[in-house]
C-alpha cells in the first residue's frame, strides 16, 4: 500500500536552479521523512521531521510539513548534479510503526 | 549512525527455485523490521512488517506462502522467496529501527534478484 503523492512525478532543471518537491499523505502520522535513491540503489536518509514541527534544514535542504493540508515538501537549493536521483517522502503512522512510501519524484539536474 | 546489512545484493535464480535473502541490524535490536519490493521507475511498496518470535504480517494482496519470513532473532529476519517466477524479479529492501526509538528506520543496501 502507498501512503500518498509525490508531485512532480519528474523534474528536470538546470544546475545551480532550486528544485521544489512536494508529498501529500492520507493518515495522521508521527513523523515524516524524506530518501534519496540513485537509480538501482539502496535508499540514502535525508531528513526526518515531526509531526509538530513545522520547518527544517539540513545543508540545502528544506523540509517543510503542514499536518492540516496532509501535505510536506522538500527544497534542495542551489541544485548539483550529484543530486540527480528519486527522491521519496515517507510517513510513520500513529497507530503502527511501519513506514509507508509516497510515489516518488524523478530529479535530473542538467549540467 | 545505524547499519542494516542485507545479503546478497544481487542473485540471479532459475525459475521454479527458492532464494533467501537476509537483513541483519549489526548495531541495534530491532523487533519488527519491514520487507519492502520495488520494481523499475517505481516507488517502495510494503510487503510485510517481520516481527521477532511472532508471525509476520503481510500487506493486501502479498502471498504469504510465496514470501516466507521469518525474525528468529532480534538482529535478523529473512524473506525467502518460494519457487520464483521471472514475474519475482525486483529489487527487495528490508529496514528496521531500533527497539523503543521513534527515530529514522535504517534501511539495506538491497537485493536485485533476476529469476531466468
Known amino acids: 500500500s502507498q501512503q500518498g503523492e509525490e508531485d512532480p512525478q519528474a523534474l528536470s532543471i538546470q544546475e545551480g536552479e532550486n528544485a521544489t518537491m512536494n508529498c501529500s499523505y492520507k493518515t495522521s502520522i508521527n513523523n515524516l521523512q524524506w530518501y534519496r535513491q540513485n537509480s538501482g540503489r539502496g535508499l540514502v536518509h535525508l531528513i526526518l521531521i515531526r509531526s509538530n514541527e513545522r520547518e527544517k534544514h539540513s545543508g540545502r535542504l528544506r523540509v517543510t510539513l503542514d499536518t492540516s493540508k496532509k501535505s510536506s515538501s522538500l527544497l534542495i537549493t542551489a541544485s548539483r548534479a550529484a543530486d540527480t536521483a528519486s527522491y521519496f517522502c515517507a510517513t510513520d503512522g500513529s497507530s503502527a510503526s511501519k513506514i509507508i512510501f509516497g510515489s516518488g519524484t524523478r530529479l535530473s539536474i542538467r549540467p | 549512525g545505524a547499519v542494516v546489512s542485507q545479503h546478497p545484493s544481487r542473485v540471479i535464480c532459475k525459475s521454479g527455485t527458492s532464494v533467501k535473502i537476509e537483513c541483519r541490524s549489526l548495531?541495534?535490536?530491532?523487533?519488527?523490521m519491514f520487507w519492502y519490493r520495488q520494481f523499475p521507475k517505481q516507488s517502495l511498496m510494503l510487503m510485510a512488517t517481520s516481527n521477532e518470535g511472532s508471525k509476520a504480517t503481510y500487506e493486501q494482496g502479498v502471498e504469504k506462502d510465496k514470501f516466507l519470513i521469518n525474525h528468529a532473532s532480534l538482529t535478523l529476519s529473512t524473506l525467502t522467496v518460494t519457487s520464483a517466477h521471472p514475474e519475482d524479479s525486483s529489487f527487495y529492501i528490508c529496514?528496521?529501527?531500533?527497539?523503543?526509538?521513534?527515530?529514522?528506520?535504517?534501511f539495506g543496501q538491497g537485493t536485485r534478484l533476476t529469476v531466468v
Open positions: 548495531d541495534f535490536q530491532a523487533t519488527t
Open positions: 529496514s528496521a529501527r531500533p527497539n523503543g526509538a521513534w527515530t529514522e528506520a535504517f
